[in-house]
Nanobody
Framework: QVQLVESGGGLVQAGGSLRLSCAAS????????MGWFRQTPGKERDFVAA????????AYADSVKGRFTISRDNAKNTVYLQMNSLKPEDTAVYYC??????????????????WGQGTQVTVSS
């Protein structure tokens, strides 16, 4: 079992930066693929980024490549999402997720086993 708590969301102007954190509890954190997703009202939850337990590889949605960076600190049981050059279209609720299947870095929400409660990110123009 893994419990996830996101923090770091807020209001920022376009072009600005935010760093989201996801604190995890549970013995299996280091053995999980960790991901970030986002969702706006009335739309499906979209993949943003994911990272293997060893941090040896990461995957990004095309819309955030070059602007967002996912990282993890297994000693602190925390995964981060550094978001730079933010755009109004990045506005969403951002969710942290954990996937027990470490063989593949999945990008679909249904593949992830545990979810946080989400944190709001609002980018003003």
């Amino acid at each position: 079992q893994v419990q996830l708590v996101e923090s770091g969301g807020g209001l920022v102007q376009a072009g600005g930066s935010l760093r989201l954190s996801c604190a995890a509890s549970g013995r299996t954190f280091s053995a999980s693929v960790m991901g970030w997703f986002r969702q706006t009202p009335g739309k499906e939850r979209d993949f943003v980024a994911a990272i293997r337990w060893s941090a040896s590889s990461a995957a990004y949605a095309d819309s955030v490549k070059g602007r967002f960076t996912i990282s993890r600190d297994n000693a602190k049981n925390t995964v981060y999402l550094q978001m730079n050059s933010l755009k109004p279209e990045d506005t969403a609720v951002y969710y942290c997720a954990a996937d027990r299947d470490v063989r593949v870095v999945h990008t679909t929400p249904s593949e992830f086993d545990y979810w946080g409660q989400g944190t709001q990110v609002t980018v003003s123009s």
